[in-house]
């Protein structure tokens, strides 16, 4: 009932502003209700409304701070960055020490990627705002920008000196430890934080989120079991808490998490997608499926949920159809190594070679320092008993990967194939010098004795002759 009279109210509102511009009716506005005026024109992504709204209100209300900053935010909306940094210029003119629009601006100057002036303006305002931890994690993230991590670091820790649950300067420094090869060493300076306040939810989080990035999955499983103790509703604590028993392996647990995640925070792309994952995992293909085109269905562009139902599909050898969703995902993200590896072995899996190699050729100028892109492409060719192209591609390989010792085995196989047995056997020298191990997979090529024996009697020679 007061949500229809707030609506009704505002519905008079913006009759009463519309008539306003269209007849030039008298009206006097106060400035609250140019705030809602605006904020219903951005709701309704009318932006150029807005603006006009902004302009109408700080014609009325010359020297408003704050119309003047949620002006410089339309101006975002409609792409004019330069013009609503002008806009801050000038009324910092006026009011040099504003917090607000220092850090306006500052916000505007990490947009555009000038992240050193960003971090002047947020210094400025540092004296003049209470919730300091907020400014030093901007701070923080503009070194990031910077790839400045050492003072990124110092800057999340004198954050969290201010305010220890601030989640997002705890991520952001772990974040960072970690780039900077810290992260093991940081653990005692977490543990601090529990020390501080055994019952801080966020801190019992965030060192899970340390455990998990260090591979001790375990210990992060008991930090999260701790956050969802002290915070029943946490739904994020359930969600990593998923994630690693994903890493475990113990899919069913992560299911259960991620089912916990998603009765606390409702439907989510990322938490179906999760739920997609630990059902694949556990060999439940429908359910997977199920899942996955929820998760796509609630945000079309969430690729990772395209590819999972294109993943599910082929493990069960459902090539043809799961070439439709791997296509998906590689529309939304085209330099996706791994979609378009999918993709070439599905179509190629459908009887569609031509189709493959041209996806292998996109995949040879995307990652060409993958050595599984140069095998895979060649293969096709090996298959189809194209030994110079299959060669070809090979060698195009090795000029970007001299020293790969599978490639170089594989190459001895194709020049076997050819009956080329000298440059073969030449070849297989060079191979075993680099990696004399590898060489058990060439076996996996040749199913005649007498091939057998004669790379088994070269390669005993060359174990004799380089003991």
């Not at 210029?89 to 916000?107: E, R, S, V, Y």
């Not at 030093?136 to 004198?158: C, F, H, P, V």
């Not at 409702?266 to 059902?279: L, P």
């Not at 060719?381 to 060698?395: H, I, P, R, T």
Request: glycine letters at 4%.
């Amino acid at each position: 009932m007061q949500e229809d009279h707030k609506r009704k109210e505002e519905k008079e509102l913006i009759r009463k502003f519309e008539a306003f511009l269209k007849n030039g009716e008298s009206h006097y506005f106060e400035e609250e209700a140019f705030f809602e005026i605006i904020q219903y024109y951005l709701e309704h992504e009318k932006y150029h409304a807005a603006l006009k709204a902004c302009d109408i209100a700080i014609q009325q209300y010359k020297y408003s701070t704050d119309l003047i900053a949620e002006k410089a935010d339309v101006l975002v909306k409609l792409n004019r960055i330069e013009d609503a940094l002008d806009l801050i210029d000038d009324a910092l003119t006026f009011t040099p020490n504003d917090p607000d629009l220092l850090i306006q601006k500052g916000t505007l100057h990490a947009l555009v990627a000038d992240y050193t002036t960003a971090i002047s303006c947020f210094e400025l305002s540092l004296d003049h705002v209470e919730e300091k931890d907020e400014i030093l994690y901007n701070i923080g993230l503009a070194y990031q920008g910077l790839s400045q991590y050492d003072k990124a670091i110092k800057a999340y820790k004198e954050a969290l000196l201010f305010n220890v649950n601030n989640e997002n300067a705890l991520y952001e420094l772990a974040y960072c430890l970690e780039i900077n090869g810290e992260l093991e060493n940081s653990l005692t300076y977490y543990q601090q934080f529990i020390d501080r306040d055994p019952y801080s939810e966020y801190a019992w989080y965030n060192i899970g989120i340390v455990y998990n990035k260090l591979g001790q999955y375990e210990k992060a499983i008991s930090a999260y079991e701790y956050a969802v103790a002290i915070d029943e509703e946490f739904g994020s604590a359930y969600f990593n808490m998923g994630n690693s028993f994903m890493n475990l392996k113990e899919y069913s647990k992560a299911l259960d998490a991620y089912q916990k995640t998603y009765e606390l925070e409702g439907a989510g792309a990322e938490t179906f997608c999760h739920m997609g994952a630990a059902y694949e995992k556990m060999g439940q293909y429908d359910l997977s499926v199920k899942y996955y085109q929820k998760a796509a269905k609630l945000d079309q562009l969430y690729h990772e949920a395209w590819f999972g139902v294109g993943i599910s599909l082929a493990q069960q050898d459902r090539w043809y159809e799961a070439i439709h969703f791997f296509t998906k995902a590689v529309k939304i993200d085209p330099e996706n190594s791994l979609y378009l590896k999918s993709l070439a072995e599905a179509e190629y899996k459908s009887g569609n070679v031509v189709s493959a190699l041209d996806v292998y050729m996109d995949l040879s100028e995307l990652d060409p320092k993958d050595p599984g892109v140069w095998l895979d492409w060649s293969y096709i060719f090996y298959e189809q008993g194209d030994y110079d192209n299959a060669l070809a591609a090979l060698e195009s390989g090795l000029d970007e990967i001299p020293d790969n010792s599978e490639m170089l085995y594989r190459k001895v196989v194709y020049l076997i194939g050819k009956g080329m047995y000298k440059d073969a056997f030449n070849h297989l020298e060079t191979a075993l010098i680099v990696d004399f191990e590898g060489h058990s997979i060439l076996f996996d090529f040749f199913e005649n004795i007498n091939t057998q024996k004669a790379l088994f009697k070269i390669i005993d020679q060359y174990r004799k002759n380089h003991p």
